[in-house]
């Protein structure tokens, strides 16, 4: 069949959505490691109407088909925030991505690359940079190390096959993406233990438990610190209040008051840190689909999840704050007071950290204080046009 024609077209109609999204669970069904995230939120990414990153960006879908057969698919995609953003943040103007990479194999992953790269040529663009699918706050990079295990939730998997067929089309790494994995139920290290402590004692600091009963206003309040901490990072693109409110509505069913904790300096909440239970250890065995009796069982489950794994995804001190110890009592103490409820309510074993710029040596050096490895590493590649 490798040597039927390869055709790459434009994914158009809704029908061709439905195959471009089904292709991932055909070509990754025989990994134990990939979860097959719920086929209604892959739908939504892609949907105009459902996610408002289409109210600054817009994204062309490509499919591969041999032999009347998909076999591969891409996005090429800009988003008109990230152009105004510091070159020297690693976006700006000229700048173009891809994403949402599925290959059968060497042959159709160039094939692939090189019409996205056409298109965003034909927007202008002067560089290309991915997998960022659709954006830096949805699954960005490339799986390059930690191929042995199932990712968390929010976390992409990928062969390992696909970083060379990237690198052979001429893309290189720009930055690199760090997972922790660490063991939570036998504590933290001394040395995070006495800054805990020592924050508690001071007085300074209050941690509070995030109040779901005012839910719409909590979860913009933690993005807004997001914006706020993250905005000299590498890759930052601010969210917009559309996009606030509609993660704060995906997120609303999986977040659990004890395992969101926002800290308090003298009545200002200055940082925040949210934890969410694996639900990855549950989705592993849906297919994809909550029908027709998954439903019951995950709401059954949320009510009261066990699970081994906690993940990290956000975390944030306002800039202000940054590089001085007050930062470091906050980090820690958010960390090690979630960590208590994470073993006690949840049963959890472990702990999932990230991701974690390879350049952001403060968020880096959290990650190892509190016994953490670098668990995983998802790469992003540039290619100049």
Do not use: C
């Amino acid at each position: 069949m490798n040597d039927q024609p390869l055709q790459i077209v434009p994914v158009t109609t809704k029908a061709e959505r439905r195959e471009f999204v089904d292709l991932a669970y055909r070509l990754n069904a025989g990994n134990p490691n990939w979860i097959p995230p719920l086929k209604m939120e892959v739908h939504g990414l892609l949907d105009p109407a459902k996610n408002p990153w289409f109210g600054h960006g817009k994204a062309q879908l490509f499919l591969a088909r041999r032999g009347g057969e998909a076999v591969g698919r891409i996005s090429a995609h800009i988003d008109f925030l990230a152009l105004e953003q510091p070159v020297e943040q690693g976006f700006g103007p000229g700048t173009g991505f891809w994403g949402l990479f599925e290959a059968a194999d060497a042959a159709v992953a160039a094939a692939l690359l090189t019409k996205a790269e056409e298109w965003l040529r034909g927007e202008n663009s002067t560089k290309m940079i991915g997998p960022v699918s659709l954006s830096m706050w949805d699954e960005p990079g490339l799986l390059v190390q930690g191929f042995d295990s199932a990712p968390t939730i929010m976390m992409g998997y990928n062969s390992a096959d696909y970083e060379g067929w990237v690198t052979a089309q001429g893309h290189a790494g720009v930055q690199d993406l760090y997972t922790y994995r660490l063991r939570i139920d036998q504590g933290f290290p001394e040395l995070t233990n006495r800054i805990v402590a020592m924050g508690e004692k001071s007085g300074k600091i209050h941690i509070r438990k995030a109040d779901k009963s005012r839910f719409g206003e909590e979860a913009e309040l933690l993005l807004g610190i997001l914006n706020n901490a993250w905005s000299d990072n590498w890759g930052f693109v601010p969210l917009t209040d559309d996009e606030i409110a509609y993660a704060g509505k995906k997120l609303k069913d999986v977040v659990y008051e004890d395992l969101v904790r926002f800290a308090e300096i003298d009545g200002e909440t200055v940082a925040f840190m949210m934890t969410l239970p694996d639900l990855n250890e549950k989705l592993k065995d849906y297919g994809g689909s909550l029908f027709p009796f998954n439903w019951a069982k995950l709401l059954w489950w949320m009510r009261k999840p066990k699970v081994k794994m906690m993940r990290v995804p956000l975390m944030g001190v306002v800039k202000r704050l940054q590089s001085s110890r007050t930062a470091s009592q906050l980090a820690f103490t958010l960390i090690e007071y979630i960590r208590r409820d994470a073993v006690v309510k949840y049963g959890a074993t472990h702990g999932d950290f990230g991701w974690v710029l390879a350049s952001n040596d403060g968020m880096n050096s959290v990650g190892e204080a509190v016994g953490g490895t670098i668990d995983k590493i998802y790469r992003i590649y540039q290619k100049s046009l």
